[in-house]
Antibody, heavy 122, light 106 residues
Framework: QVQLQESGPGLVKPSQTLSLTCTVSGGFISSGSYYWSWIRQPAGKGLEWIGRIYTSGRTTYNPSLKSRVIISVDTSKNQFSLKLSSVTAADTALYFC??????????????WGQGILVTVSS | SYELTQPPSVSVSPGQTATITCSGNQLGNKYVCWYQQKPGQSPVLVTYLDTKRPSGIPERFSGSNSGNTATLTISGTQAMDEADYYCQAWDGSTEVFGGGTKLTVL
């Protein structure tokens, strides 16, 4: 049973870069059968997809965040990471990493981390 | 940008059938999946590729998608099904989630 665990600072100052890591256990991130995604949820609100990465390093980002997002993968550590630059209070949210299954031109998130709350504040 | 619209809330009596809708332009031409999220927990996938159900998800959860509307149906709703439900689809450039529906079992 695959498990995902987010880690990183819970507090980031405005204009700085938010950096999170997702550690995958119970399976190899390099297996090639999945993408790996980041999703966020502001308190009391809905879900927003941030972007995904394949083990080859190929990425796809939400156009609304694309200019500020970098997702990378480290297969040797079985981890993938998120960097979101120039953060503002609007980026305060619970950030989830998720395993991203796909077929027939569709993707779905079949395993999620517990989430990590990131607050943007000075 | 593409939008998926869900009713903010749906109420159902225990044992009855709950229907949660997700509307979007020509949504029937896309694949839809649904997630259940209970307070303080991560979302859980309950259906994918419109109608498929992951292992471990009870048979009372079923999905459909046609025209402009996808539907999550919960037959014989139980108290444990009370949660927020989100639909999701790919719009060609990004994954889009509906705004969520709070299902109340009373």
């Amino acid at each position: 049973q695959v498990q995902l665990q987010e880690s990183g600072p819970g507090l980031v100052k405005p204009s700085q870069t938010l950096s999170l890591t997702c550690t995958v256990s119970g399976g190899f991130i390099s297996s090639g059968s999945y993408y790996w995604s980041w999703i966020r949820q502001p308190a009391g609100k809905g879900l927003e997809w941030i972007g995904r990465i394949y083990t080859s390093g190929r990425t796809t980002y939400n156009p609304s965040l694309k200019s500020r997002v970098i997702i990378s993968v480290d297969t040797s550590k079985n981890q993938f990471s998120l960097k979101l630059s120039s953060v503002t209070a609007a980026d305060t949210a619970l950030y989830f990493c998720a395993r991203d299954a796909y077929s027939s031109s569709a993707n779905w998130f079949d395993a999620w981390g517990q989430g990590i709350l990131v607050t943007v504040s000075s | 940008s593409y939008e998926l619209t869900q009713p903010p809330s749906v109420s159902v009596s225990p044992g009855q059938t709950a229907t949660i809708t997700c509307s979007g332009n020509q949504l029937g031409n896309k694949y839809v999946c649904w997630y259940q999220q209970k307070p303080g927990q991560s979302p859980v996938l309950v259906t994918y590729l419109d109608t498929k159900r992951p292992s471990g998800i009870p048979e009372r959860f079923s999905g459909s998608n046609s025209g402009n509307t996808a539907t999550l149906t919960i037959s014989g709703t139980q108290a444990m099904d009370e949660a927020d439900y989100y639909c999701q689809a790919w719009d060609g450039s990004t994954e889009v989630f509906g705004g969520g529906t709070k299902l109340t079992v009373l």
